[in-house]
Every structure is written in C-alpha cells, then in structure tokens.
C-alpha cells in the first residue's frame, strides 16, 4: 500500500478513502433533494445523470454484448436501481450511519454465504449486533419502514456484487458502467419519474447532476486506481471503515450525532467488515483486481479483454 499512485504522488488507499467519501457525502447532499422530488425521484435523476456522463465518456462496447449477457446486464442495471432508491429511502426516514451499516449486511452475508468456511458467519452476526446497538430498539423510537429500506438496499447489494463478478468477466471498468447505469435510470423511472416530474428546472437537474459526478462516476474512476497498486485483501479491509464514514458524514452534514452505544455499534460493524476480508478475495487469476467480496460500486478493473473476431456468416 505504500506504492503511489502514478503521476499523483498520492498512495493509493487515499483513493479509496477519497471514493468512500464521495458516496456517502452524495448521499448526505441528496437528502435535501429528496425533500423536494422524493427518495425514488432522486435516485432515477442521480442515475439519469450519471449514465449521460458516463455515455458520454465512454462509449458503451453494445456490440460485444451477447445472449448470454444480457440476463446479468440487465439484472446488475436492476440491482443497481434497487440498491440507490433503496438507500435514499432508507436515509430518508433513518440517519445516514445508520443505514450505511444495516446496507453493509448485504456484502457481509454474500462473504460469509459464499466461503467455504462456515466460521465466516460469526462476521455478519457481529454486524447485526453492531446495527442493533446502532439502532437501540429498547428506545422506542425505531423507524421500522426506514430500517427496512436499508435491508432492502443490503439485498440490492449483495446482489450487485454477485453480478459485478459476471458482468465484469466480460466488460471490466466504465465500459461495464456505461452499459447497467442506463439500464439502472430506465428502470427506476417508473417510480422516479412520476415523482420528479412538475418539478424539475435547471437548479435541480444541476443539483443532480453534481450529484451524479460524486457517485458513481467520479468514485469509481478513484477506486480503479486505487485497485491497480492495492492487494485485494488490502483494498477490501480499507472499504470496511465505509460505515464509519457515513456517521462521520452524518455528524458533519446532516448533524446526526451517535450515541456513545451507537459509536460502539458502528465500531462492531467495521470490525465485521475488516474480518470479513480475511479469507473474503476471489481466486483469480494475476490479471483480476477486485476482491469477491469487498463494498463496489462497478465492475472491476481489470485490462480489457481484445474484442473477438466475428464469425463468418
């Protein structure tokens, strides 16, 4: 981890904490735009935005797609919808740190579920220990549909990253993006855009798209240099602090300020995630550079692969 970053001078874990903090202060700053167009309008004109810039900056490879592709294009273009109109209504009605950790279960369950070492479960089970002090039901005051959004986004996911894994074996980097983003905005607009629409003029869509810039397309161009000088293990272990970074965010933004017990929830749930990475990485070849298990946004990184000749008709 001590390698820099090429013509930055900057070390590569500062990426990955430069991208975890691109994500969850978009999601701090949406919580005003969700005031005004709604959890589901916001995330189908975050996506919307996000998959023109991300068209625009990299022309989606459409010819490379083939039948078999295209159940996990379109199923990572759904998990994708479902996982930020989830999270935006999660946060809407619960504090950012808070949904941040119960959405973290989504990941840790696909680790744990995945390796062949059933000792892997004791991860997700100190992370549900950790959301339960988090969210201290013994108050009284638990926000039941706002918690159940969270899981929901923990569903979209974990989904997301078995996907990933697929749809990344054969369009790695923004190529991949290019393609499920558009899917994602296509897909929650039945729900957003109803909600949006009689609303929008140009200081929302300039909201929303700088947004969009903060996540996804700017952080996943940040943790794709990251990934190109990180182990996998390395990588992952670092994304586990995202939690912590979303009551930070929280604190900071939207003055969410945690409870002494709630600090030592969200302290279970990093404790969790590094855990987790332990025996979390996929078994891939020396060309794969993103681990199994760890909290992505986007197909991994590696080269991409040459386009395959055509056949003769």
């Known amino acids: 981890m001590s390698a820099r970053i090429p013509g930055t001078g900057l070390p590569p874990w500062s990426m990955a904490v430069a991208a975890m903090l691109m994500i969850q202060l978009s999601s701090a700053l949406s919580v005003g735009l969700i005031a005004e167009i709604g959890a589901a309008g916001t995330s189908w004109l975050r996506l919307t935005m996000g998959a023109v810039v991300l068209v625009l900056i990299a022309r989606p490879p459409l010819r490379r797609i083939r039948r078999g592709d295209l159940a996990p294009l379109i199923g990572l273009g759904i998990a ?11 946060i809407e009605r619960i504090p950012l740190g808070t949904a941040v950790a ?6 840790l369950s696909v680790a744990a579920l995945r390796g062949s070492d059933r000792r892997m ?3 997700p089970l100190l992370a549900l220990t950790g959301v339960i002090l988090l969210t201290e039901p013994w108050q009284g005051g638990i926000d039941a549909l706002g918690i159940a959004w ?38 929650t607009a039945a729900v957003g ?12 869509l300039l909201i929303a798209l700088g947004l969009a810039l903060l996540s996804p397309v700017l952080p996943f161009g940040l943790e794709m240099l990251a990934l ?5 293990t390395a990588f992952g272990t670092l994304m586990a602090v995202e939690p912590a970074i979303g009551v930070l965010i929280g604190a900071a933004v939207l003055h969410q300020l945690p409870s002494p017990v709630q600090c030592a929830g ?3 749930v990093v404790l969790a995630g590094a855990g987790a990475q332990r025996r979390g990485v996929r078994a891939a070849g020396p060309d794969a550079a993103a681990p199994e298990s760890r909290a992505g946004r986007g197909p991994d990184s590696r080269p991409e692969p040459k386009p395959e000749p055509e056949e003769a008709p």
């Open 80 to 90: 994708s919808g479902l996982m930020t109109t989830a999270f935006l209504s999660a």
């Open 102 to 107: 119960i959405e973290f279960l989504g990941p």
């Open 121 to 123: 479960l004791v991860w």
């Open 150 to 187: 969270a899981m929901l986004a923990g569903v979209g996911w974990g989904a997301y990253i078995l996907l990933t894994q697929r749809v990344g074996d054969r369009f790695s980097g923004i190529s991949g993006l290019s393609i499920t983003i558009p899917i994602a905005a296509v897909v």
């Open 193 to 204: 855009a109803p909600q949006a629409f009689g609303q929008l003029d140009a200081r929302v």
């Open 228 to 232: 190109r000088r990180m182990t996998h």
């Open 266 to 268: 969200i302290a279970l």
